[in-house]
């Protein structure tokens, strides 16, 4: 069978209520003596689409074109006489069917402890599956799908009223006000909901008179479409209804809620509220609730007042400015935090009042309980920094922290190695480093770590210009490291990533905008470290021969995400021997490569992976901005092709006509047209890392699509 972008759809006979089952009906000409005459050998045939010369280089030529025929047309005949019917006595066995072979109850069983993708799968097999599926779905005590966003239609019939649900997780990127309902469940005790930008504020609302017994909650872009509205009144009926609630995390603007009683209203809050999580907050309303906090607190010993926040041991927020003010209003009203998360992006220039000083930080963790400190200062807006701090206020901080368990610094452009250090051994427990922007951070930071009993296991070092080889080989003795952030060091080289490579436990490795160069990939291949992640954007040193050199050994077994864009050297041939790797990647992105074009798109499509379907194995493939990607290469997203491709990045403008035909053809396909970045939301740490590894999910998507396969006629796949 050819490798065509208008390849054939699967059907499968035995998936009753999937679709409908196509067979043919025409029937060949027999001869007098009842034998079929002669025909053709099937050949192998080529898209037309297709130029030959890419298709030899991507050996989809046939090889062998001529079969013996299976009649001989000059053979002598004889007459056959008919077949004898079957014994009576002896008749044919047939096979039982599922509910005979095993019973109700069992079946029931093993499809309640799956989770909702199988259960989905499972039910696309057959009859008596997909009526088992059903009857489990209102007894799940989890409902987990964010892999798909579902409009109100699909979902529904997958949440009947389930008195059993415990724990919901969805996107939510195409539902409304008109799932609200579906969503709003009184037996709820988690509900996590990504990218709820066509929902108002009617859903907090609703939870708050719903779900009494809800403990975590987790929203992200709730009413960000425009004309959408969030009160304060909605946050109120939030706090006021879920009174048991232990962990909130809301992802959006706190402005909406700007009202006088904005610090009162939280005296409602559950007293089991163990973390907070906040999006943006204004700086006057933070301080009005900080107020609050502190003067109920005053008035506890003579007057009864509400109590705020008894068990807060987690804050995390965004505000305009981290200031002194700020630092110390905060470690007054909120004593017993554990994990303490502050970020900010100033759009002007913070005045000696508005800023972080060395003062400020003699006030973090007066008590002695932080395990967690992150400070922030992003540069989204402007390029700033904590200008007021130097190294005398990180050794005042150092001083007070000697348990922290995780530090994370951005922007303290003055600190130098001095500060760095007496972070790394005063912190003996230390297990998560993080610097941004450290522009003074240098070599010796590391250069006597072999003598510290630190096991770092997280390192993140962004931004760190001055960092060479010889400190990443000091800091390789940590045999204990899973995470190493490294972009834009611009000064480390081969050697770095040489003595890397001999980790055991290293999994995620970024090494965006370094200056490696293909030597340093042979070294990772023939390495030992497990790698699962790693991130090259921008190593413009690199070539094609970087792609063998990596899959050489044994990373080729654990790779699952890989980045090679904006390298200016690769190009299809490149990708080609990636897909000749048959290396099973589940995220790939290789945007902004002008030398990428149809050919690798077409390589990759006709990639198999353990027997699987073609391209089987990619969730995400980024092409946005490939310079030599043509209207040719769309077609090659229609199934049976990527069948579980859930992020694809295109130039939007290449052929509107066909990119809005694929997403009609393929609506769970998540389709980024403007260069935003793909894949889950970073804020998101409820992700699990379990990945499924079967190859039929256009089953699941037929099950969601309640069997209605869609038209070739509606892609308008033509030129």
């Known amino acids: 069978m050819g490798l065509s972008p208008h390849g054939p759809r699967r059907n499968h006979p035995g998936a009753a209520g999937v679709g409908p089952v196509i067979r043919s009906e025409r029937k060949l000409p027999r001869s007098s003596n009842g034998s079929l005459p002669p025909q053709k050998p099937p050949s192998l045939s080529l898209s037309p689409t297709v130029p030959r010369h890419l298709a030899s280089r991507l050996n989809l030529l046939p090889t062998n074109t001529t079969q013996q025929s299976a009649c001989n047309p000059t053979t002598t005949t004889t007459t056959m006489s008919p077949p004898h019917p079957p014994d009576p006595i002896e008749p044919c066995p047939t096979p039982p069917a599922m509910d005979a072979a095993l019973p109700a109850a069992v079946v029931a069983t093993i499809l309640s402890r799956l989770d909702v993708r199988s259960l989905l799968l499972a039910a696309a097999a057959c009859r008596g599956l997909r009526t088992c599926a059903s009857h489990a779905l209102a007894f799940l005590p989890s409902f987990h799908l964010l892999d798909v966003a579902l409009t109100n239609d699909l979902l529904r019939p997958l949440l009947p009223p389930n008195p059993s649900l415990r724990s919901l997780r969805l996107d939510c990127a195409r539902l409304e006000d008109d799932a609200i309902g579906c969503l709003a469940r009184s037996s709820l005790h988690e509900l996590l909901l990504l990218n709820c930008e066509n929902i108002s504020g009617r859903l ?5 008179a719903t779900c009494r017994d809800l403990r975590v909650l987790s929203l992200n872009s709730l009413g960000e479409r425009r004309g959408l509205v969030v009160n304060f009144s909605d946050l109120q009926e939030l706090l006021n209804g879920c009174s048991q609630l232990e962990s ?29 999580e906040i999006g943006y907050i204004p700086m006057t309303m933070l301080l009005e609730l900080l107020a609050a906090v502190v003067e109920a ?37 909120l004593p017993s935090l554990t994990h303490l998360d502050l970020q900010d992006a100033p759009i002007i220039e913070p005045t000696s009042s508005s800023d972080l000083t060395n003062a400020g930080l003699q006030h973090i963790n007066p008590h002695g309980k932080l395990k967690h400190i992150s400070l922030m200062r992003s540069q989204e807006f402007l390029v700033t920094s904590f200008r007021r701090v130097n190294d005398l206020g990180i050794l005042l901080m150092a001083d007070k922290c000697s348990n922290l368990e995780s530090v994370c610094l951005g922007g303290f452009s003055r600190v130098t ?6 972070i790394i051994h005063s912190c003996s427990g230390l297990h998560k480093l993080r610097v941004s922007h450290g522009s003074h951070l240098t070599d010796l930071v590391f250069h006597d770590i072999i003598a510290t009993s630190l096991c770092l296991t997280h390192v993140s ?16 003795f940590n045999k204990d490291l899973n995470v190493l952030d490294l972009r834009d060091c611009r000064s480390l080289g081969d050697e770095a990533v040489r003595a890397l490579s001999c980790l055991p436990k290293l999994q995620t490795l970024s090494l965006d905008g370094t200056d490696i160069s293909d030597e340093a990939l042979k070294y990772l291949g023939l390495g030992t470290c497990p790698l699962t992640s790693l991130f090259l954007r921008g190593c413009r040193k690199l070539t094609n021969d970087c792609i063998p050199l990596l899959f050489a050994g044994s990373v080729k077994q654990s790779l699952q995400v890989l980045d090679i864009s904006r390298i200016p050297s690769v190009t299809d041939d490149g990708i080609m021997l990636l897909a000749r790797s048959r290396t099973p990647l589940i995220e790939l992105r290789m945007r902004e490569n002008p030398k990428i074009g149809d050919a690798a798109v077409m390589a990759l499509a006709s990639m198999q992976v353990d027997g699987g379907t073609y391209g089987s194995s990619l969730q995400l493939l980024d092409l946005y901005d490939c310079g030599g990607i043509t209207p040719l290469a769309t077609r090659w997203f229609k199934k049976p092709y990527f069948p579980r491709l859930r992020w694809l990045g295109i130039t939007g403008s290449l052929n509107r006509v066909m990119v809005d035909a694929l997403a009609r053809s393929r609506p769970f396909l998540h389709m980024a047209c403007r260069g935003e970045e793909l894949g889950t939301m970073l804020w998101d740490t409820y992700s699990d890392w379990y990945r499924h590894n079967d190859d039929d999910l256009d089953e699941l998507e037929q099950w969601l699509l309640d069997g209605e396969p869609v038209s070739d006629d509606d892609t308008i796949m033509e030129e």
């Open 297 to 333: 607190q005053q008035c506890m010993d003579y007057v009864k007042t509400p109590v705020f926040f008894p068990s807060l041991h987690k804050l995390c927020l965004t505000v305009d400015f981290i200031t002194d003010h700020l630092i110390g209003s905060i470690s007054v009203a």
């Open 417 to 422: 190695d001095t500060g760095f250090r007496a």
């Open 248 to 276: 909130l995390r809301l992802a959006l603007d706190f402005s909406t809620f700007d009202d006088a009683n904005f610090g009162r209203v939280w005296a409602s809050a559950s007293e089991r509220l163990s973390s907070l």
């Open 461 to 476: 070092l962004r931004w760190c210009k001055l960092l060479t080889d010889v400190g990443i080989e000091r800091l390789s």
């Open 204 to 208: 907090l609302c609703e939870l708050g």
